[in-house]
């Protein structure tokens, strides 16, 4: 899987400047700590109209993506961006 | 104050927002694992009661057909006993998994309750001798009454804690996997990965294009088209959550799947029907148009049911679900990893930025494989290699009745469940989300998915769908 994670992403390097944001840093501030993420499956439910209808945010397609208060948005546990919230420095909203 | 959710009080008890449902632990956080633990514990039993001369039979009680109210009322209340049995059985077996998937036992046992009580119902009405006159085939009744229970009567939402729609059908469908022979699989497998890829294909690229011509945006546009391509709403969840989607367009999305999903489970079957399509014919175009697991199966049954009761119709009632599954489970759920991943790397290095990013990780493509499909090849291997000594005729004489038949009594309950879920947690006022422009978008495809999936089943690849037998 690395190796051809590796492969792919030299093959796609030229289009790497046009992502959204920079990946400094992102390693250490993925979604997945930050207190705008929540992927608990009742709240998914709750907030996207239609999903238990046809479909289930306990199912393994989800895998672990949740949804981004900050910017309303999916996203999964790996993604990055600039406003990211440590759970454990959670103060005051910005 | 930030927007979103955040902005609004999010109204669940004690959430838990960052609980990881990955690696070892899916296996009791995710549906998928518990419908592989409780269909593969049901065809393990079968075969262990096989293997020692007795039958799941008593369990798996169901009514037996009728032509006046008293033989129903005396059937029912002669095997009464059976029948809370059975009601106990998946009640508790229910109840174990769905608490540990964060489920509340006190709002699941009131809703199975229910859910039960009218699957009985309707179960009995498909039994009778005139069902078929009438067009109340079971799947048909399922949805219809459960429309009419939340959208007239309407029900707590807490209910929706019973009404698992994507939990009962991946039971059926491991349970399924026990009908139908391996060889089989490995024989019609490549025949339907590749007409399904071609409609997948062909759909998706028809809903994105005709998206952007309609100025939607490119996240949107991939989530629309999967959701038409793929899987329906799992896959618009999945492909949503891997590009980095707006969850309002993600509702839209769905809400627009389910609209064109609730009106195939009626148009497909309606239009085989009228053409006297062949069984296993009919399920292959279901399985390639169809844009749910859940409705598509509602579908197919109703279709199959249909097969030995209105002339014209050639094939058996198990090829119209073989064909269905073969189609949508083999051809097109298990890509889903796939699309997720492809698009995501589209997503990251071509498409415009987004506040949010990442690095699309292949790793990706296990995380979202829909695992119940193991479930369903497993089930398949064992049964194939319980009864790899017997010839045809012994294995419907003697092992058919008592090994496999009880699995598919109880697989029908399972998909009643499902298909009365679906119209219980279907609600008209949520699919006002659909918007104009994603709706015109996704009905094109619609178009182009059903012509050139009935093309491809009737047409190019009928000889392989006809023909599919044990």
Not at chain 2, 66 to 72: A, H, M, N
């Amino acid at each position: 899987m690395r190796m051809m994670s590796f492969f792919i992403h030299r093959w796609i390097g030229r289009g790497s400047e046009r992502q959204a944001v920079s990946s400094q840093n992102h390693q250490a501030a993925s979604c997945a700590d930050c207190r705008h993420f929540l992927n608990d499956p009742h709240i998914l439910e709750q907030e996207i109209a239609g999903l238990s209808s046809l479909g289930s945010a306990r199912a393994s397609v989800r895998a672990d993506d949740g949804v981004c208060a900050r910017y309303d948005r999916l996203t999964t546990r790996r993604f990055w961006c600039r406003e990211h919230f440590v759970l454990q420095d959670a103060g005051p909203e910005a | 104050m930030p927007k979103g959710l955040a902005a609004r009080e999010v109204t669940v008890e004690e959430p838990s927002p960052l609980r990881s449902t990955s690696g070892w632990r899916e296996l009791w956080l995710k549906e998928d694992w518990w419908a592989i633990w409780l269909g593969l514990g049901l065809v393990l039993a079968s075969c262990l009661f096989y293997a020692q001369g007795v039958s799941l039979k008593w369990i798996a009680v169901t009514p037996a057909r009728w032509s006046t109210f008293e033989q129903l009322i005396n059937d029912v209340t002669s095997n009464s006993t059976r029948y809370l049995a059975q009601f106990g059985f998946w009640l508790v077996t229910f109840s174990v998994a769905l608490s540990a998937l964060g489920l509340k036992a006190r709002h699941f046992v009131p809703a199975f309750c229910l859910l039960y009580a009218f699957s009985l119902l309707i179960f009995a009405i498909g039994q009778w001798d005139q069902a078929s006159r009438y067009n109340l085939e079971p799947p048909l009744v399922a949805l219809l009454v459960g429309l009419a229970l939340s959208n007239l009567i309407g029900l707590p939402r807490w209910l929706d804690d019973g009404f698992r729609v994507e939990f009962y059908v991946k039971i059926g469908i491991v349970l399924l996997g026990a009908t139908l022979p391996i060889a089989l699989i490995a024989w019609a497998g490549p025949i339907a990965i590749l007409q399904a890829s071609i409609v997948s294909v062909a759909t998706y690229l028809v809903i994105f294009w005709s998206s952007r011509w309609f100025g939607i945006d490119r996240r949107f546009a991939a989530t629309l088209g999967v959701g038409g391509a793929v899987c329906g709403v799992s896959a618009a969840i999945a492909i949503s959550g891997a590009v980095g989607g707006r969850k309002q367009d993600t509702s839209i999305a769905i809400t627009t799947v389910i609209v064109w999903a609730i009106v195939m489970i009626f148009a497909l079957p309606f239009v085989a029907r009228e053409l006297s399509l062949h069984a296993g014919v009919a399920g292959a175009w279901i399985g390639t148009s169809e844009f749910a697991d859940a409705a598509g199966f509602a579908a197919a049954q109703a279709y199959g049911n249909l097969v030995g009761k209105v002339s014209g119709i050639d094939g058996t009632s198990d090829q119209t679900l073989w064909a269905f599954t073969l189609m949508k489970v083999v051809g097109r759920d298990v890509w889903i990893g796939i699309w997720a991943f492809v698009l995501a790397l589209v997503a990251t290095t071509r498409w415009e930025a987004s506040e949010t990013g990442h690095k699309a990780d292949p790793a990706e493509i296990w995380r979202r494989f829909p695992k119940f499909v193991l479930g369903f090849v497993v089930a398949s291997l064992l049964i194939t290699f319980v009864t790899r000594d017997l010839t045809l005729a012994e294995y419907n004489g003697a092992a058919a009745p008592v090994l496999v038949a009880p699995l598919k009594d109880l697989r029908t309950w399972t998909f009643i469940f499902c298909f009365l879920s679906i119209g219980l947690t279907t609600r008209f006022k949520e699919l006002i989300y659909a918007g104009v422009r994603p709706f015109a978008a996704f009905s094109i495809g619609v178009v182009v998915n059903v012509a050139l999936g009935f093309i491809l089943s009737t047409v190019l690849f009928a000889s392989y769908w006809q023909s599919l037998t044990r």
